[in-house]
C-alpha cells in the first residue's frame, strides 16, 4: 500500500505516546471488541498481552470471530461494545441503515489479501469459467469483485463458492478448488504448498492500495455513553505500534502467538499490512478522491457495492465515521 518496508513497526517514538497518556483511572472500564486473527492488529495484541491499557483505565477484552462478517451483527445485538472490522463492512451496515462508525483507520492491507491460483492460471481473464472459492459480503468478496471489474468481468463469468477465509487452504490442497481468496496466514499456507510449486498469488491488496483497510469501529450509542474509553483504546493502539518499534523481536513473538506462526513467520506476514500511526490518522477522514481515504476508498467500495445488490443505495460518506476522537488526541 504505502511501500514495502516494514512499516507495520512505524509510529512515534514511546515517549510522544506517554504525553498522551492520562493518569490510571480510579475504575477500569471493559470493552468488548470482536476481531479476527490478522497481522494487521498486531499493535492491539500487543497492547493486551502487555496489558498496557491499564495506565489508561481500560480493559479491552477481544473476542475472535472465524467469520468477520459475523461481526457487525454482534455489535448490532450488542454482544459487543465495538469491532475491528474493513472499511468496506462499515460502507456495507450504514448503508442498510446501522449506527456504526469508524473511530480511527488500524492497518492498509498491502498484499495480506490475496487472490491465490494453482499455476495453470495466470492471469485474471483466465479465471473466467473457473470455480473460485470466497467468504460473501467480506473483503475477500469485495477484492475479487475489484479485480474482476478492472478486468471487464464480472461474478456472472465465474463459478463462485462459499467458503470460509479459513476453508481455503484445505480446498486448493485437495485439488478440488483451482482460486481461493482469503488473507494471512491462510496466503502463507497456501503458498507454502507442494514445496511452493503448486499455487501463487495472482492479484492482492498491493493491486488495489487503499481498498482494504481495517478500522475499529463502534455504534453510535457506544461512542456516545462510553467516549473515555474508546479514547483510551486508541492510545493503547498507539502504545502497542511503538513497544513494536522499540521492542522488534519481542513484539514478533507475541503476535506470532495469536496468529499461530513464529515469531519470524509473523514479521513475515506483518509486511503484508502497514499499521498507521495516530499522527497520520487524520488524513483518512480529509475528502479526498484517494483511495487512501475514507471519502475515495468509499466510493469505489459503494459503486461495487451497489453493482452487486449488496447495498441499496450509496450511503453519505461522512455518516461512516467519527473523527472527534483523533482530532481531540492529535490537536
Keep these: 500500500m504505502l511501500g514495502s518496508l516494514r512499516k507495520t513497526l512505524a509510529g512515534i517514538t514511546l515517549a510522544a505516546t506517554t504525553t498522551l497518556m492520562p493518569?490510571?483511572?480510579?475504575?477500569?472500564?471493559?470493552?468488548?471488541?470482536?476481531?479476527?486473527?490478522?497481522?494487521?492488529?498486531?499493535?492491539?495484541?500487543?497492547?493486551?498481552?502487555?496489558?498496557?491499557?491499564?495506565?489508561?483505565?481500560?480493559?479491552?477484552e477481544l473476542q475472535f470471530f472465524n467469520d468477520p462478517a459475523l461481526i457487525p451483527s454482534a455489535m448490532a445485538g450488542r454482544a459487543l461494545d465495538g469491532g475491528m472490522l474493513t472499511y468496506d463492512q462499515v460502507v456495507g451496515?450504514?448503508?442498510?441503515?446501522?449506527k456504526h462508525r469508524v473511530v480511527m483507520p488500524i492497518d492498509f492491507s498491502n498484499g495480506g489479501d490475496a487472490i491465490v491460483?494453482?499455476?495453470?492460471?495466470?492471469?485474471?481473464?483466465d479465471f473466467k469459467g473457473k470455480t473460485i472459492g470466497y467468504n460473501p459480503l467480506s473483503p475477500s468478496d469485495f477484492l475479487l469483485a475489484y479485480a474482476l471489474q478492472t478486468h471487464d468481468l464480472s461474478e456472472?463469468?465465474?463459478?463462485?463458492?462459499?467458503?470460509?477465509?479459513?476453508?481455503?487452504?484445505?480446498?486448493?490442497?485437495?485439488?478440488?478448488?483451482p482460486v481461493g481468496v482469503t488473507y494471512e496466514p491462510n496466503v502463507s499456507q497456501?503458498?507454502?504448498?507442494?514445496?511452493?510449486?503448486?499455487?501463487?498469488?495472482?492479484y492482492s491488496s498491493k493491486d488495489a492500495p487503499g481498498l482494504i483497510t481495517d478500522v475499529l469501529v463502534f455504534d453510535e450509542r457506544v461512542i456516545n455513553q462510553r467516549g473515555?474509553?474508546?479514547?483510551?483504546?486508541?492510545?493503547?493502539?498507539?502504545?502497542?505500534?511503538?513497544?513494536?518499534?522499540?521492542?522488534?523481536?519481542?513484539?514478533?513473538?507475541?503476535?506470532?502467538?495469536?496468529?499461530?506462526?513464529?515469531?519470524?513467520?509473523?514479521i513475515e506476514q506483518m509486511e503484508g499490512v502497514y499499521n498507521i500511526p495516530l499522527t497520520e490518522m487524520a488524513a483518512n477522514f480529509e475528502p479526498s478522491d484517494s483511495t487512501?481515504?475514507?471519502y475515495g476508498s468509499g466510493a469505489v467500495i459503494a459503486e461495487l457495492l451497489l453493482n452487486n445488490r449488496q447495498i441499496p443505495a450509496i450511503p453519505d460518506f461522512s455518516a461512516t465515521y467519527d473523527a472527534s476522537f483523533v482530532k481531540a488526541l492529535t490537536e
Aim: charged share 15%; no cysteine.
Design 23 to 60: 493518569l490510571a483511572a480510579q475504575a477500569i472500564e471493559t470493552l468488548k471488541i470482536g476481531t479476527v486473527v490478522w497481522a494487521g492488529y498486531g499493535p492491539f495484541y500487543v497492547a493486551d498481552k502487555l496489558d498496557l491499557y491499564k495506565d489508561l483505565g481500560l480493559k479491552v
Design 93 to 98: 451496515s450504514v448503508a442498510k441503515g446501522l
Design 117 to 125: 491460483a494453482d499455476k495453470s492460471i495466470t492471469s485474471i481473464a
Design 156 to 177: 456472472a463469468d465465474i463459478r463462485p463458492i462459499n467458503m470460509t477465509p479459513e476453508g481455503i487452504p484445505s480446498a486448493m490442497a485437495s485439488g478440488s478448488l
Design 190 to 202: 497456501i503458498l507454502n504448498m507442494g514445496s511452493g510449486e503448486r499455487f501463487h498469488v495472482i
Design 228 to 266: 473515555k474509553a474508546i479514547s483510551a483504546m486508541i492510545q493503547g493502539y498507539q502504545a502497542g505500534l511503538d513497544y513494536m518499534q522499540a521492542n522488534p523481536e519481542e513484539s514478533a513473538a507475541i503476535i506470532g502467538e495469536v496468529l499461530g506462526v513464529s515469531a519470524a513467520e509473523a
Design 292 to 294: 487512501l481515504s475514507f
